[in-house]
């Protein structure tokens, strides 16, 4: 009951943000999307691929995400993120409210997670901070019954960003610290770290690479091994007003 609740407050915020896009003329909006490929391996999936997806849409001061994975390793992910951001004479806060999911389809499991966390960025910094809850089920369960069925309530949430020429600058390295991404949580001894770059070129096309070190294990198993991931694409501005 408590997730369908997150659900429909979540549902009526994106349709009020909606709603209030149709006078474009009195709103600021733009648009983008990015597509990237991906190749890693760990002692989990031992070499896999696949593509990143994810649209984002910025209406006034607030945005919103939807993030699209699927790898060979049979495992599929889909997002969804609200950001209100709030600017302030040194920097924006923000809060941010996430449904996310993650489908193994090989072993016939999902988790669902649902997350809420409030941030500070500046031009080369970020922190953010929260709590997210996640549910690990298998696919097809009887929901009469508490077989194979695990529920996490209270997991710290943090994540940390550095900007070598700063977050809106023609081209970037950056570097992030934390327990989650755009595409998967882990709990909070589990950290990922990411080094990436960016580089704007014409107008509205920008390239970008990414790479991560993350824990191997499925569902937070004890592991001594941190599996490697490398995301190369493309971000497509459809539109920047």
């Not at 970020?126 to 009887?142: C, E, H, M, P, Y």
């Not at 970037?172 to 909070?188: I, K, L, P, Q, S």
């Not at 937070?220 to 459809?238: E, M, P, S, T």
Request: hydrophobic letters at 40%; aromatic letters at 14%; proline letters at 2%.
């Amino acid at each position: 009951m408590c997730e369908k609740r997150h659900v429909l407050l979540l549902f009526c915020l994106i349709s009020a943000l909606v709603v209030n896009a149709q006078d474009v003329g009195k709103h600021s909006l733009s648009a983008d999307v990015r597509a990237m490929g991906v190749t890693g391996y760990s002692n989990t999936y031992r070499w896999h691929g696949g593509t990143d997806v994810q649209g984002n849409l910025r209406i006034d001061n607030t945005a919103v995400t939807l993030n699209l994975e699927a790898l060979t390793a049979q495992t599929f992910s889909l997002g969804l993120t609200v950001r209100p951001c709030f600017e302030l004479r040194r920097g924006v806060v923000f809060a941010e409210g996430t449904l996310h999911s993650r489908i193994f389809s090989k072993y016939k499991t999902y988790e669902f997670v649902y997350a809420g966390s409030v941030g500070f960025m500046m031009r080369h910094f970020s922190v953010q901070a929260g709590l997210f809850s996640r549910t690990i089920d298998a696919i097809g369960r009887d929901w009469h019954s508490w077989e194979n069925y695990i529920t996490e309530p209270f997991n710290l949430l943090y994540k940390v960003r550095l900007s070598l020429k700063g977050f809106d600058h023609p081209w970037d390295v950056y570097a992030v610290a934390g327990n989650f991404t755009d595409f998967e949580y882990e709990r909070m001894w589990e950290p990922v770290f990411s080094l990436g770059g960016r580089r704007d070129f014409k107008d509205r096309w920008s390239v970008m690479a990414e790479g991560t070190l993350k824990p191997a294990g499925m569902f937070h198993g004890d592991v001594r091994f941190y599996g490697a991931v490398l995301r190369v694409g493309v971000i497509f501005k459809i539109t920047d007003n």
